[in-house]
């Protein structure tokens, strides 16, 4: 079985990313900017209309059978801002693990969820120091704590990219691991969407 169709298992990663490659037109759900889109934003789900994202969430998604009606039209209720389907919107407005588990997130598995970003301080042989942020909640309200020190793990004992690393570097990590250096581009759209998925979290 080949990654695509190894991906494309996934109950809550392929839909989304199906969603973003429609509505532009787009053939191939798995094209690196669909992807990019998702997991740290672009372009791209600027395209993505309203009815669209609504429709994915309440019936390809299923949050019609996944949560109760109250919490339904709570979600729903942040469209009267602008959400996008981006992961951090997901994790941090949808409160469930929608994949292998449908149980409710806490603060910590949320911000282990989240792509957080985090410039380099070392790198060591088994992992990567950064200073970051991390999710964390005061009167009721979810805000990213600045300057934390996160240890990074590799993907695998052999990961060739993490080899290029230096002090200085930015780098996205998801569950801890190592996912890529990114650009300041790139770093900037993951910094504006998580923010925005935030500010709609604490929108009651």
């Not at 301080?121 to 300057?147: G, H, T, W, Y």
């Amino acid at each position: 079985m080949g990654t695509k169709e190894i991906l494309g298992q996934f109950s809550t990663l392929y839909p989304y990313l199906l969603l973003i490659a429609v509505e532009n037109s787009l053939s191939d759900p798995f094209n690196p900017r669909v992807i990019e889109a998702y997991w740290l934003g672009n372009s791209l789900l600027n395209k993505v209309s309203k009815r669209a994202y609504i429709n994915h969430l309440t019936e390809t998604v299923g949050l019609k059978r996944k949560v109760c009606k109250k919490d339904l039209n709570k979600i729903l209720n942040k469209f009267y801002w602008r959400a996008f389907p981006h992961h951090s919107f997901h994790v941090l407005n949808i409160y469930q693990r929608t994949g292998h588990q449908n149980i409710p997130h806490t603060i910590a598995s949320m911000d282990a969820c989240l792509v957080n970003w985090g410039k380099i301080i070392e790198v060591l042989p088994d992992k990567i120091k950064v200073k970051s942020q991390r999710l964390a909640v005061s009167n009721n309200n979810l805000f990213m704590e600045k300057n934390i020190e996160r240890t990074v793990r590799f993907q695998n004992a052999d990961d060739r990219g993490a080899k290029k690393l230096k002090a200085g570097d930015i780098i996205s990590c998801h569950w801890g691991i190592l996912c890529q250096k990114i650009s300041a581009r790139q770093q900037k759209n993951l910094e504006y969407f998580t923010s925005l998925s935030i500010h709609l979290a604490n929108t009651h």
